[in-house]
């Protein structure tokens, strides 16, 4: 940037309020027509026709407000975002200022939610810690997004201006680079990708692979993972037909982690049920959240508080069904004033769950987002 020159000269005009970057298409919106806190007052404006196309983000606790709304434009595209130059141009600078809670509070967390487990409360249970990072120069939430989507494999990123939560949210924004995919529709074709079971990658290939073939053999593992398989089928069986599901997950990976994910398909047996009316049955997921759900939520709001829109679902939905609801993990929500930002990542607790390794999860989880504000 030449000396003296205004920081927004040559911002595109085009930078949108919401975007959702996916290798199997993508869509960015700007302005807002309507504005909908609860979604279930959205989905019904997308069933009875009155709205077109809705967008945002809907929060973890089901009666937190949602920051959804009907766009005034809409740009689609078939493949990934490509990220403007302006604002591939710009260095994100943060550092950690604090870690919610540090690593031994939450070890030490974990050890209670696996005694817990072992005592029949829960059968699982998702803890999520996070970090507080601070800037000195104000943040720009477009070239932070420009940074997931550059960083990760598939190109997967997304923002969404959360003002339409309300005054609590007002000028907040969430960015991030999600590979879970919750829910996609496109016409009666329905499909989820839930990923649990985690490992964290190496550098060193032999290592790596040794890692990702320990994975798919853990016996944890598989039993963790198929909590969240088993609440989805039971979730999509009113809804859907010709459900198939994998006898076994599959390995899947993003530049820090292996995952175990299992695609799961079906066929949509009502044609006015729509994308968000599947986000909304079956978030949230035991990948976010645990099992039975509504022990499992008392369990975190006890522990963690209100989680906000981490681990909820970003996405959008229209009024002919289709639509992309991810899980909004691997995720900042990033200050009004953009001067700092807050940045989560959780892991599945189940009884054979390892405390050590829990929190290095966690810090790898950390890593996609710390890398794209360039904190350490």
Known sequence: ???GQHP???????????????????????GALRTFTDPGDAALALRDGSCGLVVGAIGFE??????????????????????????????????????????AVHRARVSSAISGIKAGSVGKVVLARAVRLVADR??????????????????????????????????????????????????????????????????????DQASARALRDSGKDAFEHAFVVDSIAHAL?????DLEIPERPSLTSTREMWHLGTRIRGRISDPRTTALDLALAVHPTPAVCGTPTDEARRLIAGIEGPRGFYAGAIGWSDADGDGDWMVSIRCAEIDADRRGAIAWAGGGIVADSDPDAEVAETGAKLRTVLRAFNAS
Do not use: K, N, W
């Not at 089901?62 to 710009?90: H, S």
């Open 1 to 3: 940037m030449a000396s």
């Open 8 to 30: 927004d000269v040559g911002r595109p005009v085009t930078a949108p309020d919401f975007l959702l970057s996916r290798p199997t298409g993508s869509l960015r919106t700007q």
């Open 62 to 103: 089901p009666d937190a407000p949602a920051a959804l709304m009907e766009p005034e434009l809409v740009v689609r595209t078939d493949g990934p975002l490509e990220p403007p130059a302006y604002f591939r141009g710009i260095r994100s600078e943060a550092r950690v200022a604090e870690e919610i809670p540090i690593p």
């Open 138 to 207: 104000p943040l720009d939430p477009h070239a932070v997004c420009a940074s997931l989507i550059d960083s990760s494999p598939a190109a997967d990123g997304f923002l969404v201006d959360l003002s339409p939560a309300g005054d609590a949210y007002a000028g907040r924004v969430l960015v991030g680079s999600s590979p879970e995919l919750l829910v996609r529709r496109r016409g009666d074709q329905v499909e989820c990708h839930p990923l649990a079971g985690s490992a964290p990658r190496d550098a060193d290939p032999a290592t």
């Open 237 to 241: 069986a009113p809804l859907c037909t």
